[in-house]
T-cell receptor
Framework: GQNIDQPTEMTATEGAIVQINCTYQTSGFNGLFWYQQHAGEAPTFLSYNVLDGLEEKGRFSSFLSRSKGYSYLLLKELQMKDSASYLC??????????????FGTGTQLKVEL | GAVVSQHPSRVICKSGTSVKIECRSLDFQATTMFWYRQFPKQSLMLMATSNEGSKATYEQGVEKDKFLINHASLTLSTLTVTSAHPEDSSFYICTSDSGATEAFFGQGTRLTVV
């Protein structure tokens, strides 16, 4: 399995910027996803990184450093609707050769006025 | 984009009965489907990998006789929770193989065993 570490909770102010960090084991690493999940709903895809560097997508950006086993999700111009759980999910190649996704515990982000 | 349709979205069943959850890939062929379970305020935990035409691969600690997985076609994978108990109450969700740049999730199934 993969050891994934991300903060449990974060609080930020509407209109601000927040960075959610994630570290993971690198064994068999083959890319990393970030998902947003509202309570009781399926996760929603936010970003995918496989190469080092920053991927920008509107208000959301994601960064990856493969050598450090580190990624972060950057949310700009925070809105109340961004209050959700953010899941870091490394993709890795299993012993059988297929890809697997393992999810972190998620970071519960609360956006306040 | 690709769509995975999961049914039912919610189900309540009596203890001791079995419940079947279906995941269909609507516009692509899913040779592999993953089944996850999520308890309240916890992460998604991989239960098993469903492979079309072959036996599923279960993660450590998951009872394969209790959670029966069938992947008889390239568009349908099913998870049957047999002899359900209250502790099986959870959110079950399937996702397609993430060989591409995105894993496509079903809508999830909220199972409540009473």
């Amino acid at each position: 399995g993969q050891n994934i570490d991300q903060p449990t909770e974060m609080t930020a102010t509407e209109g601000a910027i927040v960075q959610i960090n994630c570290t993971y084991q690198t064994s068999g690493f083959n890319g990393l996803f970030w998902y947003q999940q509202h309570a009781g709903e399926a996760p929603t895809f936010l970003s995918y990184n496989v190469l080092d560097g920053l991927e920008e997508k509107g208000r959301f950006s994601s960064f990856l450093s493969r050598s450090k086993g580190y990624s972060y999700l950057l949310l700009k111009e925070l809105q109340m609707k961004d209050s959700a759980s953010y899941l870091c999910a490394p993709k890795w190649v299993s012993a059988g050769g297929g890809n697997k996704l393992t999810f972190g515990t998620g970071t519960q982000l609360k956006v306040e006025l | 984009g690709a769509v995975v349709s999961q049914h039912p979205s919610r189900v309540i069943c009596k203890s001791g009965t079995s419940v079947k959850i279906e995941c269909r890939s609507l516009d692509f062929q899913a040779t592999t489907m993953f089944w996850y379970r999520q308890f309240p305020k916890q992460s998604l935990m991989l239960m098993a990998t469903s492979n079309e035409g072959s036996k599923a691969t279960y993660e450590q600690g998951v009872e394969k006789d209790k959670f029966l997985i069938n992947h008889a076609s390239l568009t349908l994978s099913t998870l049957t929770v047999t002899s359900a108990h209250p502790e099986d109450s959870s959110f079950y969700i399937c996702t397609s193989d993430s060989g591409a740049t995105e894993a496509f999730f079903g809508q999830g199934t909220r199972l409540t065993v009473v």
